[in-house]
């Protein structure tokens, strides 16, 4: 079993940057994919971005060039760091994690454990 925890949403103005965080717990060392994912209301979870076990990572297309993924050699926290935010970047933040080397795509069925979300809200 794994627990997430994630931290460093809020409130920013269009252009503005925040970090987001992901601390894992239970048993981190058996972690292989990490993901961000992102829901607004009235919209489906979507991908914003994930790293696989070996360290690569891949982006939605809304999102890349301004957001960066990465977490230490320990694989855990787990950052997000997102820089000249969009009023359309609000929703709530989640992080995921599962067992697996790779994923297919980046899709929510692809991992098994969830936190539970931190908000972020851009304003224009």
């Known amino acids: 079993q794994v627990q997430l925890v994630e931290s460093g949403g809020g409130s920013v103005q269009a252009g503005g940057s925040l970090r987001l965080s992901c601390v894992a717990s239970?048993?981190?060392?058996?972690?292989?994919?990490m993901a961000w994912f992102r829901q607004a209301p009235g919209k489906e979870r979507e991908g914003v971005a994930y790293?696989?076990?070996?360290?690569?990572?891949n982006y939605a297309d809304s999102v890349k060039g301004r957001f960066t993924i990465s977490r230490d050699n320990a694989k855990n926290p787990l950052y997000l760091q997102m820089d000249s935010l969009k009023p359309e970047a609000t929703a709530m933040y989640y992080c995921?994690?599962?067992?697996?080397?790779?994923?297919?795509?980046?899709?929510?069925?692809?991992?098994?454990?969830w936190g539970q979300g931190t908000q972020v809200t851009v304003s224009s």
């Open positions: 239970g048993s981190p060392h058996k972690i292989g994919c």
């Open positions: 995921a994690t599962n067992w697996k080397f790779y994923i297919a795509a980046m899709r929510p069925d692809e991992f098994d454990y």
């Open positions: 790293v696989d076990y070996d360290g690569r990572t």
